[in-house]
């Protein structure tokens, strides 16, 4: 039973640049949320996709979008660089039950360390 | 806004001595509430959670919380920890009907054999 997958594990880029993280769900699941996690803190929540929009969105700005696939993977993508955005980005995945988004457990995956030079 | 607060952000203990993490959130309605894991090097893992019901759970590795919702609290407790257990410990919490999770910033455990 493969759980969630990331890509790339690590990544360098410069400020200014753009960036596109990957997520593949556990198998079985059709939602998926993406989470940062800076150097020393709690993951904090970007938003969460679900039949492939946008549900809810955490305080991000615009420069974070994302997308979600037929198959239910999903993309990160951040735009004009800062370094505030080095990081660790999550995603989690799950299974949405008849009761909605707030009966479902939210399984990690290994993340994808973002260093913004 | 809603928080989780973690009052101890480092605990060293000895093996065999008991261990409770506390955990505090601030929201009046329904939520769900869970405990993760980060082993060293390794992803967040599910140590175990609350919806409703027996507010006592128990999750793997003979980890149990207690939720208390009188205190808006989610304490984590295990009566006797190994040296496997060092890990970083987050608490996180659902509220409404929604699939936003907020964690608490982390407790790092070093236990020493």
């Known amino acids: 039973d493969a759980g969630v997958t990331q890509s790339p594990t690590h990544l360098i880029k410069t400020r200014g640049q753009q960036v596109t993280l990957r997520c593949s769900p556990k198998s079985g699941h059709d939602t998926v949320s993406w989470y940062q996690q800076a150097l020393g803190q709690g993951p904090q929540f970007i938003f969460q996709y679900y039949e492939e929009e946008e549900r809810q969105r955490g305080n991000f700005p615009d420069r974070f979008s994302g997308h979600q696939f037929p198959n239910y993977s999903s993309e990160l993508n951040v735009n004009a660089l800062l370094l505030g955005d080095s990081a660790l980005y999550l995603c989690?995945?799950?299974?949405?039950?008849?009761?909605?988004?707030?009966?479902?457990?939210?399984?990690f995956g290994p993340g994808t360390r973002l260093t913004v030079l | 806004a809603q928080s989780v607060s973690q009052h101890n952000h480092h605990v060293i203990l000895s093996e065999a001595a008991s261990l409770e993490l506390g955990c505090n959130y601030s929201?009046?309605?329904?939520?769900?509430l869970f405990w993760y894991v980060q082993y060293p090097g390794q992803h967040l893992q599910l140590l175990l959670k609350?919806?409703?019901?027996?507010?006592l759970v128990k999750g793997i590795k003979g980890f149990e919380a207690e939720f208390i919702k009188s205190k808006f609290s989610f304490n984590l407790r295990k009566p006797s920890v190994q040296w496997s257990d060092t890990a970083e410990y987050f608490c996180a919490v659902r509220s409404g009907n929604t699939g936003k999770l907020i964690f608490g910033q982390g407790t790092t455990l070093q236990v020493k054999p």
């Open positions: 609350y919806f409703s019901g027996d507010p």
């Open positions: 929201y009046g309605g329904t939520v769900n």
């Open positions: 989690a995945s799950s299974l949405e039950t008849s009761g909605g988004p707030s009966t479902d457990t939210q399984y």
